[in-house]
């Protein structure tokens, strides 16, 4: 009976103990050396690390999502105004790897908090039966202990993987964008010959757009500042207007919108430092199909050709001799001289379709118009 009696204490208490690891597990999201398995991401929060001390984590997941690293030191063990190093995070997806180092340099300022977007793995990198696997290793690198604190956070699909009727125009208004939280868009190119792509704030923050495919990592050597050359990048203010021809398309085209430390690449002055890192953006997207130039082409050589035409109609010979000192001058209403005045009329109408050629063109922007940065 006492053996019955212990054998059901221990198994309780086994239960027992098995129930506070979970719980443990779900409340920090990973446990050392461990492998998690969870589809909206993790976090690793206020753990503290010894000097040469390394733990790595591997997370599985079902699907092919883009995930965002951001690590943020809780409490500094060195002087503010080192520049030493205290802590590496290095992530990889088998695809695309970043390596973080804190604190880092933004502004003339350190910054003990960064993040990173991992770039997605394309659906031909997994095999059917496999998930994808996130390895991420952490490593302290002075001698007092240092506290941080690491999310792992998966994009929203339905932000990320933009649902599109590419015959429609598809707008995303009033998406918030952060320093440590940018924004992605995954864009399917399919069918299409041209892709438009505008966006729209009133917020005055700088910030950068990058443009890239699946086969282009947007971090070189997987540090933030020095970005990769292959790719598009441009700042934007308030309107950026962007199209890229089906020569330049890859299936599917990832769009990219990043917050600036400073606002420097847009301003003679920096305001970063007084002004808050948020930015509302507008975000659309619009398949652009050719149309023909035969039609404005051939009615601006017609309005060229009307005063020509007009001339020839109406006049003789002698016209040639008296066309300066009106002496040929023919009357019409008020006007004397209505002849001299309709010659010249060509070029007020062809003023007038070259504003509103002008108006139409800001209205609906082609890539003639855009500057981008190699």
């Not at 500094?76 to 992530?91: D, F, G, Y």
């Amino acid at each position: 009976m006492k053996a019955l009696f212990f054998s059901i204490l221990l198994l309780f208490c086994a239960v027992l103990a098995i129930g506070a690891k979970k719980k443990k597990l779900d409340q920090s999201g990973a446990s050392k050396d461990g492998q998690i398995q969870k589809q909206n991401g993790f976090s690793i929060r206020n753990e503290t690390f010894q000097i040469g001390q390394e733990s790595e984590f591997t997370i599985f997941g079902g699907e092919l999502d883009l995930h965002r690293i951001i690590v943020q030191i809780t409490n500094i063990p060195i002087s503010e105004n080192s520049e030493v190093e205290c802590l590496t995070v290095w992530a990889s997806n088998t695809r695309s790897s970043v390596t973080i180092n804190l604190p880092v340099l933004e502004s003339e300022k350190l910054v003990y908090s960064t993040g990173r977007l991992l770039q997605p793995i394309h659906k031909d990198d997994v095999r059917k039966d496999r998930n994808q696997i996130l390895t991420i290793i952490i490593r302290s690198r002075i001698e007092p202990p240092i506290g941080f604190t690491i999310q792992i956070k998966t994009y929203d699909r339905g932000q990320y993987l933009v649902p599109w009727n590419l015959r429609d125009e598809f707008s995303l208004p009033r998406q918030h964008v952060e320093r440590l939280e940018p924004l992605a868009y995954r864009i399917p190119t399919s069918g299409i010959p041209s892709l438009y792509i505008k966006l729209l704030s009133e917020d005055s923050i700088c910030s950068l757009v990058i443009i890239s495919n699946y086969t282009d990592d947007i971090y070189e050597n997987g540090g933030y500042d020095s970005i990769n050359p292959k790719v598009r990048k441009m700042t934007f203010l308030h309107r950026f207007d962007l199209v890229i021809r089906k020569e330049d398309l890859s299936d599917p085209i990832l769009l990219y919108i990043f917050i600036l430390p400073d606002d420097s690449q847009c301003y003679d002055k920096v305001l970063g430092a007084k002004t808050p890192r948020k930015k509302r953006v507008d975000v659309s997207f619009n398949a652009q199909f050719e149309s023909s130039y035969v039609l404005p082409i051939s009615l601006t050589a017609l309005v060229f050709s009307l005063p020509i035409i007009f001339m020839w109609s109406i006049s003789n010979n002698s016209d040639e001799l008296c066309f300066h000192n009106y002496a040929c001058a023919r009357e019409w209403k008020g006007f004397r001289s209505f002849n001299h005045m309709i010659s010249n009329i060509g070029y007020a109408i062809n003023s007038m379709i070259y504003l509103a050629f002008i108006y139409l063109r800001k209205q609906r922007t082609t890539s003639e118009s855009i500057i981008t940065t190699p």
